[in-house]
């Protein structure tokens, strides 16, 4: 298994621009989500899925769009990058099992908006 | 909402051990999960324990579990320079929402 695989690894945007950071896991997690990671705040939830077709909010989506079309695949749209939106990305994935509910994270995407 | 306290930053020395603390609110805490980020690299689960536990060892790692006082804590016996990272705690009450602190930087002095 290659668990979480993430997409690009480092990506450097103009104030304006779109892009689309890729998450796939190939372990059949129902859980899929994203989080974003900046020095001293931790990592904060964006967008999390429950399973494919279903997607919802989580602490900071604005400015970010999610889809989840198959249960492999959760991609995070910035449709208008923005230098707040300067962070490093992790997706993560999750199913219920011996160890509760265990995210298994993906190597992350440092992103920076100019 | 619920909340996970952990200090930022500790340092020690090479061999010492390492404490790691963390406070959380949430009573319904079911799983609590120590976490390990290195340097440029993604989380990895590092060690748990259930809430009906007061304690688990793992080679050279404790956790000890307060449940009456919500407080967590990761022992690292003889840390290693490799020890160095940022390690998170977060608690779980049965769902897919698990509440994360903000990670204590852990520097290991040679």
């Known amino acids: 298994n290659a668990g979480v695989t993430q997409t690009p690894k480092f990506q450097v945007l103009k104030t304006g621009q779109s892009m689309t950071l890729q998450c796939a896991q190939d372990m059949n997690h129902e859980y899929m989500s994203w989080y974003r990671q900046d020095p001293g705040m931790g990592l904060r939830l964006i967008h999390y899925?429950?399973?494919?077709?279903?997607?919802d909010q989580g602490e900071v989506p604005n400015g970010y769009n999610v889809s989840r079309s198959t249960t492999e695949d959760f991609p995070l749209r910035l449709l208008s990058a923005a230098p707040s939106q300067t962070s490093v990305y992790f997706c993560?994935?999750?199913?219920?099992?011996?160890?509760?509910?265990?995210?298994?994270f993906g190597p992350g995407t440092r992103l920076t908006v100019t | 909402g619920e909340d996970v306290e952990q200090s930022l930053f500790l340092s020690v020395r090479e061999g010492d051990s390492s404490v790691i603390n963390c406070t959380y609110t949430d009573s319904s805490s079911t799983y609590l999960y120590w976490y390990k980020q290195e340097p440029g690299a993604g989380l990895q689960l590092l060690t748990y324990i259930f809430s009906n536990m007061d304690m688990k060892q793992d080679q050279r790692l404790t956790v000890l579990l307060n449940k009456k006082d919500k407080h967590l804590s990761l022992r690292i016996a003889d840390t290693q320079t490799g020890d160095s990272a940022i390690y998170f705690c977060l608690s779980g009450a049965g769902s897919y929402q698990l509440t994360f602190g903000k990670g204590t930087k852990l520097s290991v002095i040679p």
């Open positions: 899925s429950v399973g494919a077709g279903i997607t």
């Open positions: 993560a994935s999750s199913t219920p099992g011996e160890r509760g509910y265990e995210q298994y």
